[in-house]
Structures are given as C-alpha cells and as structure tokens.
C-alpha cells in the first residue's frame, strides 16, 4: 500500500447527535436464501436442513418468496437492485425450471440495474454440476461453488458428501459455462499440512477461477464440530503460516486480497459482498435471511422467521418477518466498521457519514486510539487496516463497541 501523508485528528468533546440522518440510501441488493442440504455439515451454522425434511415442494417455497418480495416492495420502492444473491444451504438443488420461475419473477417485482450481477451458492454434486448450463441460461451470473478442498481425506474430514473427483469436475464445468465464477475453500482441517492446504490452492488454480474465498474451519457454537471438535486441528501458529503462504502464492499468480478472506483477478471482486462491506442496504427473503434497510426514519434490520415451515405458515398470512428493530446510534459505529475494516483497501473516510448518518468526529477518540495501537491508518481521507490490523482484526472491532455492550 502506498503512503500517505496522515492527517491529525484532534481528540475534541462531541456534542451528542440524537438521530442518524442519511442524505440518501446506499445502493440496495437482494438476498434469496434457500435453506435446504443434502445433508448439514459438521461445521456449518448457517440456516440449513436436510433437503426437504419438512415435506415442503419447492413450488411452496418459491411462491413464498415471491410473495415476500412482494410484501417489501413499500419499503424499497423506487430503489434498484444492483445484484441478486441465491445463498443456503444448497441453492443449487432448486429446480432449473424453478430458479428460471424465481428470477423471472424477481425482474417482474424489482427493477434490476442493466449490469446486475447473480450469484448462486452450489455445491460439487454429481447432479448439481449437471444443471450448470441451464442456471446459466436462467440469468445467473455469477456460481459459487463450495469445494473447501480437493483432498479426498480432507473432505471426509470436515464431512462433505463430495470427493476430489466430483470436486474437480464441477470446478470444470464452472469454468466452462460462467465467464465468473468462485471457489470456496478452506484451510486449518484436521490433519492438514502447509503442503496440502498450498495443494488445494494450486489444483484450484488449474481451473482459472476469476475469485477464490480462502476460510480458516472455525468451530462455531451450535454445530456438531463446536459441540466435539475433530482431533488433529492445527494450532495457531500452524494456521497462521498457512494463511500467510496461501496469501503470498495468491499474490503472486496475480489475485488482489481485497478482503478478509476473498481473493479476486481484476474486474472480477463479488459486488453483491462489496455491499455489505460498505455498509449498503439489502433486502432478504427466505427463511431465517436478513435486511437491513435505510430511510429518512434510520436504520433498521430484519429477520424472517427462521424454521422454513415457520416462514411458510406466516407466508399464509403475509407475516414473514420475525424480528425487526432500528440499529441505535451508538451501534452504528461498529456495525460500520465490523463491515468496512474487512476491506484490506480500507474505506474512503466520507463513507462513514454517507453511511451512517453520523459525523466521523462522533468516533474521532477511537480512530486516534487504533492509529496509535498501529491498527489502523486513519486521516481525513481513508480509513484503512493496517497489516496488524487485518491480523489482530477483533482487536480493532472491539475499539469501536458501545461501551454499554462491551
């Protein structure tokens, strides 16, 4: 990163400011969540569940959505919607002619910009990668699949029910059907060796995929792993070197490390995620998806009721939302920040007020505070992780908590 000349900021009393007041929403994006799997591994917390373990047709399903979409039309009317992103569980199981039915009439509800980029979340299975071409031909722009490896042993593992040969051909057929496209991987798994996490990042690169997302295994609460951790888990130390050599060797076959833990070619970074890293707005349906949306009133967040039959009960009587609360002034700052400090280019500092409806001298104690830990480069133009900062990326969050719920 090239330097810059830092720009002091003066520590000074702030007046309290009773309400965020925003010039204008941000841009706004669409996310579709379909919660079903195959099966729910190990290590996962998102909302998913076995595939149709409810009884619920898919034909249910997507009528639900549509009609959640229509039911928040009064909150983003007028807006236009600048990506779409079909997330789960395993989107991929839907239907061509149903993903086809949902698309279609998503354009019908929402006006969509001309260059709107579509993501659907897939996985390797032998019948998923069969459907490649036709979610290509129902507008989807964008596939991410989920390898997490190329190792056969790694993936039985962490308990994909994919091998390393259905891993390889679904990465092919990504490649050959979408001009974008992205592979999920992951590092620190049981028993994984610098070697074999550098393995899995080089077979990657054999298909030329123009984005990777690099995570390290966690053991989230509430998931069988969180509940009783494989054994064989690299230490810390371990995983950092991994991390660090999966960067170097991104860095050097041309991949920008624009974010935590995404890698992209040029022109080719997820815009939808670019959204939720600067703050935008995003509107999601589905079960358990959530919103958060902007007015002159503030700023709010949503939850859909969680449990698919849950949200196909409330479907019945046009009650899809759950939970719905205004983001307090006083958490603004580290909701801004949780999101933007992931962006390894930082954020321009204007964004902060764009975003947020604040003044940025509403945080100008903590800004001084994390330039001086050597966490963040902070001045009138950007705001900005350093190296330490993306490493020690908590620590930096934490300076931005409101004191009530540190």
Known sequence: MSKRRIIPLAVRPVAPQLRAALAAPPQLVLYIHFPWCVRKCPYCDFNSHAVRAEGIPEAAYLNALLADIEAALPQVWGRRVHSIFIGG??????????????????????????????????NPGTLEADHFAEFRAAGVTR???????????????????????????????????????NFDLMYALPGQTLDGALQDIETALEFAPPHLSCYHLTMEPN????????????????????????????????????????????????SHNLNYWRFGDYLGVGAGAHSKLSSHAGIWREMRHKHPAAYLAGAGHGDFVQERH????????????????????????????????????????????????????????????????????NNLLERFLDEQEA
């Open 326 to 393: 205004e983001i307090a002034n006083a958490a603004l700052p580290f909701e801004f920040m949780m999101n933007a400090l992931r962006l390894t280019e930082g954020v321009p500092a204007a964004l902060f007020a764009e975003r947020t409806g604040l003044s940025l001298v509403a945080i100008e104690t903590q800004l001084v505070e994390a330039r001086q830990a050597g966490l963040l480069e902070a001045d009138a133009q950007m705001l900005c992780p350093t190296l330490k900062g993306q490493r020690f990326l």
């Open 143 to 181: 596939l991410s699949l989920g390898i997490q490896s190329f190792d056969d042993v790694m993936l039985q593992r962490i308990g994909r029910i994919h091998g390393a040969a259905e891993a390889r051909r679904a990465a092919e057929l990504a490649h050959r059907h979408f001009a974008t496209f």
């Open 223 to 270: 998931t069988a792993f969180g509940a009783h951790p494989p054994s064989g888990l690299p230490d810390d130390d371990h995983a950092a070197d991994m991390q660090e050599a999966i960067e170097a060797y991104l860095a050097a076959a041309g991949y920008q490390h624009y974010e935590t833990s995404a890698f992209a070619r040029p022109g080719h970074r997820c």
């Open 89 to 122: 569980g395993t989107p991929s199981l839907i239907s061509p002619a149903g993903l086809e039915r949902l698309l279609s009439g998503a354009r019908m509800l929402l006006p969509l910009a001309a260059d709107c980029e579509i993501t659907l979340e897939a």
